[in-house]
Structure formats: structure tokens, C-alpha cells
């Protein structure tokens, strides 16, 4: 099953439109939507609206992976939308409406960093990912860019171990640790990323876990309104158009996104038919050694012959059988 957990709605709705998914009518505290098994998509794919911050992800995550009964084969994927902090100048023009595979979690507060396990090559770029408790507003996410070590234009520092314990640039309260990021790489801000990750991690593995994020801003105020005022100063009309502007960014790499959904969903199918296989496995070495009337030791080691027997495509079954007959 593929578990995807979005912020808000206006983040993935269109995701939710292409994939044909409907509301689900259960009493759960968090809003939820589904593909049903008539749905283009192969699997199923279950989507939980969490809310804004570490508290409502974390309690989002842990309530739907512990009421599903998430097990091994099972993939979460995180979306959204994110600040972008810090990334190196392009000829091209800005990052905003790109989408970033996170490879990196880290806690703005503790200063601890989390590592999804990156097995599978995609075409998204990476980007380091930060999350913090509160709303940054432009000022406070460049002053926050300003602190980032390592990257061009920024700071006095330069990437060297030697210099990896000095004093940043003020204005950072980030606590590095002794890790050398690459000297461009990218850096964004959200206010969930690492509670979905340590939720997720009391169920499922690190290779298992997905992080999304569409590059749609550089701290509150959105990046075409260069009045600095605060949200609530601006009018409804701006406050709309604004909105509008987000959901372009959002779709501007639509069908990327969809493909990386139903990538992860087959990934999702082929590891959950694994699964199964190995259960059934477990299911007959448990039957075999209570016949046997093997211990605890034995059948392990039982276990390891009946593996070793499976990869040399030695049929096991047929001996046993063949024994039952001869007494």
C-alpha cells in the first residue's frame, strides 16, 4: 500500500483529481482520500490530509499507519510545498515550481538530521530539507538563507573539515553537525517533514520513505509581492491571487509527479507480492518443524538450509514428501 501525507489540500489536489481518488467516509480524525479497485491505479493508494506543523504530521502518521496495520512492502511519501532557503544561482531562471527529492531531513530546533535511504534512481534533483515551528516570513527565511554554510555567495566560510566546528554567519540558529554539504546544494524549509519521518520510521524502513517538495516561495510572503507586509495586511484580492500563483507552481511539473506516484505504487505491489512469499515461507518452515518437533534453535537453522535449498532451486518440498512416504 502506498501511504501519501500532504499538509493541506490545495497542495495535491490536482493529485488527487488525476488519480481519480474519492473521500473516505470513515470516522477518522484526519481527512482522507482513496483509490478504489476500479481506479486506473494498479494499487491502492491511500492520501491523509495531516494539517499544518510537527504535532498534527506526527499524529496524522503514526494514527493512519497504526489503524492500516502498515507492514514490510509498504512505502510512505511525503508532499508539499517548501521554501526555498538557499540554492546556487541557474541561467535558466529560479527553482520556484520545482519539485526536490529530499535526501536529507534536519531539525531546525535540535539540529538533528535524518537520512531516507536512496535506492532508486530518479529524475528529480535532491535538495536538503529543514523544518522548523513556525511560519517564516521573507525576511526571516533570508536571514535564515544567510546562515546556511558552504554555499556561494554566502558567509566566509569555506567547505573544509578544518573549518567545520567554526562560528557560522549570525543570524543562523541551525546546529550543524560535522557533515560537509555539497558546496551547492539546495536547502528548503517546511513545518512537518521531520515528524512524518520519525513517525514513519516506528513502522516502516528508511528505504521506504519518500520525501517530495515543490520549491513555491522564499518565506511568506510570496516571491512576485515585494511589499513587505504581513499577511494579514494584505487584501483579499491579493491574498487570492497569491493562492492561484501557488497552485501554477504546484502543477507546473504535474505529470513528473504523477509518474513518480505510480513508480512508487508498483514498487509498492511488487515488494507487498514479496512479502507474501515470505510469509508463506515462514508459514511452511513453522509447519515442517512442528513435525519435526524441532527447538527454537533448530528451526532457525532449519530456516537457513530450507533458504539456502530455495536459491539453488533445490525442491525441499518434494524430499520431505518423498521422507513422509518412506516412514
Not at 123 to 148: M, N, V
Not at 243 to 270: G, Y
Request: glycine fraction near 8%; include cysteine.
Amino acid at each position: 500500500m502506498l501511504f501519501i501525507f500532504a499538509a493541506h489540500y490545495g497542495e495535491i489536489e490536482n493529485i488527487i483529481q488525476a488519480l481519480k481518488m474519492g473521500k473516505r467516509k470513515t470516522s477518522f480524525p484526519f481527512l482522507q482520500y482513496c483509490t478504489s479497485e476500479f481506479s486506473e491505479s494498479e494499487g491502492r493508494i491511500l492520501l491523509t490530509i495531516c494539517g499544518e506543523g510537527r504535532n498534527n504530521a506526527a499524529a496524522a502518521v503514526s494514527a493512519t499507519l497504526a489503524k492500516e496495520g502498515a507492514k514490510r512492502g509498504d512505502i510512505l511519501l511525503s508532499l508539499g510545498s517548501a521554501a526555498i532557503l538557499k540554492a546556487p544561482h541557474t541561467a535558466g531562471g529560479s527553482y520556484l515550481g520545482s519539485w526536490f527529492l529530499i535526501h536529507a531531513l534536519q531539525e531546525w530546533a535540535t539540529g538533528r538530521q535524518f537520512y531516507p535511504d536512496m535506492l532508486y534512481a530518479f529524475s528529480f534533483p535532491e535538495a536538503r530539507l529543514i523544518t522548523g515551528d513556525q511560519r517564516l516570513s521573507w525576511k526571516d527565511a533570508e536571514t535564515l538563507g544567510r546562515g546556511l554554510p558552504y554555499l556561494p555567495d554566502r558567509g566566509d566560510l569555506k567547505a573544509s573539515p578544518a573549518n567545520a566546528s567554526k562560528k557560522r554567519t549570525k543570524g543562523s540558529s541551525i546546529k550543524f553537525s560535522k557533515e560537509i554539504p555539497y558546496p551547492e546544494e539546495i536547502f528548503l524549509y517546511d513545518m512537518e517533514s521531520t515528524a512524518v519521518f520519525q513517525s514513519g520510521y516506528s513502522f516502516l524502513s528508511t528505504e521506504d520513505m519518500f520525501f517530495l517538495r515543490c520549491g513555491t516561495d522564499f518565506g511568506l510572503n510570496f516571491a512576485g509581492n515585494t511589499a513587505e507586509e504581513s499577511e494579514k495586511e494584505q487584501s483579499q484580492k491579493q491574498i487570492n491571487k497569491v493562492k492561484e500563483e501557488f497552485r501554477k507552481l504546484l502543477r507546473r511539473e504535474e505529470k513528473q509527479v504523477l509518474s513518480f506516484i505510480r513508480i512508487l505504487d508498483e514498487i509498492s505491489l511488487k515488494k507487498e507480492k514479496e512479502r507474501q512469499k515470505e510469509e508463506a515461507f515462514l508459514s511452511e518452515v513453522q509447519l515442517l518443524s512442528q513435525e519435526l518437533r524441532l527447538s527454537f534453535v533448530l528451526e532457525k537453522k532449519l530456516e537457513k538450509l530450507l533458504r539456502y535449498g530455495k536459491s539453488i532451486h533445490f525442491s525441499w518440498n518434494k524430499y520431505f514428501q518423498k521422507k513422509r512416504q518412506e516412514g
